[in-house]
Structure formats: C-alpha cells, structure tokens
T-cell receptor
C-alpha cells in the first residue's frame, strides 16, 4: 500500500499553547468517531469519542468537534504539554451498517516544543 | 486501569513459517479485534470476534489468517505461512460492547518481522 510515513502531517506547537488537529473522514454514514493517541512503540490509546448526533464533546483538556456537513472532525488540546507529543488518529465506525470495525485516518504527528 | 496485553512484543520468523500472536483482552470485555499497522502507515482492521465466532473480517484477513479464543482469557491470531509483506505491528483490541461509550482498547502490539 501507499507509504505515508514520510508524509505524515506534522503540527508543532509551543508548550502551553492550544493544539488543533483536523481529520476528514470518508463515510457520511459513519455514526461514531473516536480520537486515538499513539506514542512511539505503543498501541493506540483512546482519548475521546463522539456520536454523530452531537457536534461537540468535551473531556479533560480535550474537545472534539464534529461537522457532518463537510465530514470533518477536529481535536482541540488545551494547554498542550510535552507528554501530548504523539501521533493522533481519528477513527470512524459505521454501526448502522452492522459494522463495528474502526476505520482509521492517516494520523497527524504532534510535536510539543518545551 | 485494566489493560490489553500482548505477547511477544517482537517476533522474528522465517518466511513460510507459522506464527501465533497472543493477546489477553480486558477481562469483562466481550468483543475482540485484531488490527495491523505496516511501518509508517495507518492502522488497518483485520478481524472482529464475538461469541466464539468471527463477526467481520477485512480483505487482508485471507485464508492464511485465523483467530481463536482457546480459553477464557486468551485471544490469538495465527498466520499459517508468513510472507514478507506480513511484517507489521499487530494490535489486539477489546471492547465491552459496540455502542458509544464502549470504545475499543488496544494493547501495545506485537512487532512481526519476517525474514
């Protein structure tokens, strides 16, 4: 398959600033979306999720925004910390079609500058 | 916090050999999954498993692959005759359910290197 390793979008932010990571999803019938964080050598770690009947959900320091009209998902991280440095993936599920497999996006690498 | 654990962390195997990757899902979870991630690429779904049978599988999950829950705690992925292109990170995941607020939790993966 296509290698995206050398072309992974990268976001560099200063420690303490807010980060916004964007994702365009593919299936307009998807009804459940999740953001995962993947640190080097680790598996994807659940951050926050949102159902398609919502347009915003807040967690601790994180907010997910969903715009179904343009099939866009964003993750906002407040007061970014060095420990937030990782690759962030959005994922979608189309449960209405009886499928519960996660379809992952390509990922964005977040680098936090101390 | 309960975790999904996977062993081994790294498996090196000759092409054509069989490998078994092992996972211990979170104990009260009922749905189990395998995903793989080729170096530098996105995570791809392989298979989901519920009630002792495969629920879904992707095109990647061909006849060389099989899954099994041999006892009440383990969930395994077997690749019968490995190919060079099977080299990847393999992640196991589990979930309590399939709806919202029941996300899939991932292990840290097994790196499979085929020589």
């Amino acid at each position: 398959g296509e290698s995206v390793g050398l072309h992974l979008p990268t976001l560099s932010v200063q420690e303490g600033d807010n980060s916004i990571i964007n994702c365009a999803y593919s299936n307009s019938a998807s009804d459940y979306f999740i953001w995962y964080k993947q640190e080097s050598g680790k598996g994807p770690q659940f951050i926050i999720d949102i159902r398609s009947n919502m347009d915003k959900r807040q967690g601790q320091r994180v907010t997910v925004l969903l715009n179904k009209t343009v099939k866009h998902l964003s993750l906002q991280i407040a007061a970014t910390q060095p420990g937030d440095s990782a690759v962030y993936f959005c994922a979608e599920i189309t449960s209405g079609a009886g499928s519960y497999q996660l379809t992952f996006g390509k990922g964005t690498k977040l680098s936090v500058i101390p | 916090e309960p975790e999904v654990t996977q062993t081994p962390s790294h498996q090196v195997t000759q092409m054509g050999q069989e490998v078994i990757l092992r996972c211990v899902p979170i104990s009260n979870h009922l749905y189990f999954y395998w995903y793989r991630q080729i170096l530098g690429q996105k995570v791809e779904f392989l298979v989901s498993f519920y009630n002792n049978e495969i629920s879904e599988k992707s095109e990647i999950f061909d006849d060389q692959f099989s899954v099994e829950r041999p006892d009440g705690s383990n969930f395994t992925l077997k690749i019968r005759s490995t190919k060079l292109e099977d080299s990847a990170m393999y992640f196991c995941a589990s979930s309590a359910g399939t709806g919202g607020n029941q996300p899939q939790h991932f292990g840290d993966g097994t790196r499979l290197s085929i020589l």
